[in-house]
């Protein structure tokens, strides 16, 4: 495409969407392993993943095969009746996870909202009178009201108040701030193990294994959020699981799917037994038997490929090499996170590092106003993490 014909789709873009999105300037046509190409040619290393979805990459034989035989197969049946690929995305999302029942949804923010109506509905069939949420300082859970009134930014919530009410919090790996917080009221505490849009902050362990410690005391619900930091981003199939904690229900939603949108929350059986009944939640795509055979070979390959070693392996190299550039380069300030989701904290804004990141053929994004995020494919190679280095290097 001419240059002059990709401003004029963006012009037409723009003039046809609501202005919610401030898109940069780069109209993207296809992918391949860990690149993505815009309609001039020009080719983009990827470290952004769609925003920490596509952890296959682009173009997996294997995955998209699947994909167009369960298009053949069946695309939707809703979920008046059982469809073959829903069980079996459900059973292997148990077994990764070790969570005991599943509820599939179409994003991430819904999959906030079913957990946080499974926490209430829990207490209410308790009678604790529980209904409050405790949230943490820099989180981020979605845009949707109830997923919004836990997300702590205030220019996403102000024009939207009031927001849901008995929501309060707490700061991030300081567990007496949240211990301060908690009354006979509450319900649920929500928190992401690795946050990811607030800034790439991770929980401590003592932070971890002291709200669970705080949640079995005090009769409250652990909810963690896995949406950003889940499916093998981290290291560890999820990032609770490398804390020795479990919470009682989680969200997820992201990379589970490789690109096909899908969400699912799970809860253990003992939270299961109490909580949502038929009527109490539902929705028409949800558990949809397209977006379910994404999960289930989204899983089976990170299983067979033992994609939490890659990432384990790939990760160090990758916490190495942002300290080396630390060390080095003034406009670097820090390393952030762990695996394959990793921040880096700049002196300039991190909006304009991106921007020009872009020119250079690079994709990252931002987390806050001074942090880069580095969310890649879970594929990538030490080779790519060179080839970012280079790239930063000449943006910083
Ligand atoms: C992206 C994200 C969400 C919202 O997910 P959507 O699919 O965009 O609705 C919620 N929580 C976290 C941690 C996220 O990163």
Redesign the pocket.
């Known amino acids: 495409m001419e240059n002059k014909a990709m401003n004029q789709y963006v012009e037409t873009t723009e003039n046809s969407l609501v202005h919610t999105y401030n898109r940069f300037p780069v109209v993207l046509d296809r992918g391949e392993g860990v690149y993505l190409y815009d309609t001039e040619g020009k080719k983009y290393l990827d470290f952004a993943a769609g ?2 979805v596509s952890g296959l990459g682009y173009g997996n034989p294997e995955f998209n095969g699947a994909l167009k035989a369960q298009i053949d197969q069946l695309i939707h049946s809703s979920n008046l009746y059982y469809n073959t690929t829903c069980g079996k995305a459900a059973e292997a999302l148990k077994e990764v996870s070790g969570m005991d029942r599943v509820f599939f949804t179409n ?6 909202e079913g957990a946080l109506k499974a926490a209430r509905k829990y207490a209410w069939k308790k009678g604790t009178g529980r209904y409050e949420f405790i949230a943490m300082e820099n989180s ?4 949707s009201m109830g ?1 919004l009134s836990v997300t702590e930014h205030e220019a996403y919530r102000t024009p939207f108040e009031p927001l849901i009410p008995g929501v309060s919090f707490a700061r991030f790996n300081d567990l007496d701030s949240v211990r301060e917080l908690v009354t006979e009221k509450t319900c649920a505490i929500i928190l ?1 193990p690795l ?3 607030g800034g790439i902050n991770t929980a401590s362990e003592e932070f971890m294994k002291g709200i669970r410690e705080l949640c079995d005391k005090e009769g409250i619900l652990m909810i963690c ?1 896995e ?3 889940g499916m093998g981003r981290t290291g560890s199939m999820f990032a609770w699981q490398s804390y020795g904690t479990k919470p009682d229900i989680m ?1 997820m ?2 990379a589970i799917g490789s690109g096909v949108p899908v ?1 699912a929350f799970a809860m253990t059986e003992e939270v299961a037994k109490y909580s949502l009944e038929p009527g109490d939640h539902g929705t028409t795509y949800g558990g949809n038997p397209l977006a379910c055979a994404a999960v289930a070979k989204t899983i089976e390959i990170f299983r067979r490929e033992k994609i939490t070693d890659h990432v384990q392996e790939v990760g160090a190299y990758l916490t190495l090499r942002l300290k080396e550039l630390v060390e080095t380069c003034d406009g670097a300030l820090e390393q952030r996170g762990k695996g394959l989701i990793q921040g880096l904290k700049v002196r300039r804004p991190a909006g304009e590092i991106c921007a020009a990141a872009l020119k250079e053929g690079l994709l990252v994004i931002s987390a806050r106003s001074d942090v880069i995020r580095l969310v890649p494919p879970l594929i990538v190679k030490k080779e790519h993490v060179d080839e970012l280095m280079e790239k930063l290097k000449k943006v910083l």
């Open positions: 925003i920490a994003s991430g923010t819904e999959a906030i981020f859970h979605g845009r997923a992401e946050q990811g849009e959020d949406i950003q930091c969200a939603a992201k969400g």
